[in-house]
């Protein structure tokens, strides 16, 4: 079975900083996609970033960018100049399987400081 | 494009009650799922349909039924609800082959 583990169950940044959020997953598939998505309090499940396992080269979305070490099974998201719009529940996400059923994990709250 | 339609949004039952929560997609996907989130836990899968006239179990599958009726809809039924039950319910869908699912807006349940 796939695990999808999110080990910071809230975070806080200042507005303008950085911050990186870590996932990391279980598997023994060899090609398979990540995500991230983020969920604001309008309770919308937004999906942010996506990245394909056979591709080396990390995926990035405007100021959204993950860092993934396959050997390793870590999955991490770092958000740029965060703004208090990114004030939200992160999940990492991993649809593992022949039915490509997504297992999340448990999720992350970002808070963003003015 | 509507997406994943959910209906309804906001529901309180009494224990014992029945309900059954709709799912309407337009996008022509084959899987559809239902998760169930509670704070902590994160999203866990409930049911899923991986195409046309398929159900299988999730993680947590107790206490419900589903019914995948055509390729658009696919229906969450709580035959006899509990406390227990008490969550925010999300339908899904996602093409075959492609992982990406998009999501309804949730159903808050709450069961008293």
């Known amino acids: 079975a796939q695990t999808v583990t999110q080990s910071q169950p809230e975070m806080s940044v200042q507005e303008a900083e950085t911050v990186t959020l870590s996932c990391t997953y279980d598997t023994s598939e060899n090609n398979y996609y990540l995500f991230w998505y983020k969920q604001p309090p309008s309770r919308q499940m937004i999906l942010v970033i996506r990245q394909e396992a056979y591709k080396q080269q990390n995926a990035t979305e405007n100021r959204f960018s993950v860092n993934f070490q396959k050997a390793a099974k870590s999955f991490s998201l770092k958000i740029s100049d965060s703004q208090l719009g990114d004030t939200a529940m992160y999940f990492c996400?991993?649809?593992?399987?022949?039915?490509?059923?997504?297992?999340f994990g448990k999720g992350t709250l970002l808070t963003v400081n003015p | 494009n509507a997406g994943v339609t959910q209906t309804p949004k906001f529901q309180v039952l009494k224990t014992g009650q029945s309900m059954t929560l709709q799912c309407a997609q337009d996008m022509n996907h084959n899987s559809m799922y239902w998760y169930r989130q509670d704070p902590g836990m994160g999203l866990r899968l409930i049911y899923y349909s991986a195409s046309e006239g398929t159900t299988d179990k999730g993680e947590v599958p107790n206490g419900y039924n589903v019914s995948r009726l055509n390729k658009r809809e696919f229906s969450l039924r709580l035959e006899s609800a509990a406390p227990s039950q008490t969550s925010v319910y999300f339908c899904?869908?996602?093409?075959?082959?492609?992982?990406?699912?998009?999501f309804g807006q949730g159903t808050r349940l709450t069961v008293v």
């Open positions: 899904a869908s996602s093409a075959q082959g492609s992982t990406e699912a998009f």
């Open positions: 996400a991993f649809p593992g399987g022949s039915n490509y059923k997504l297992t």
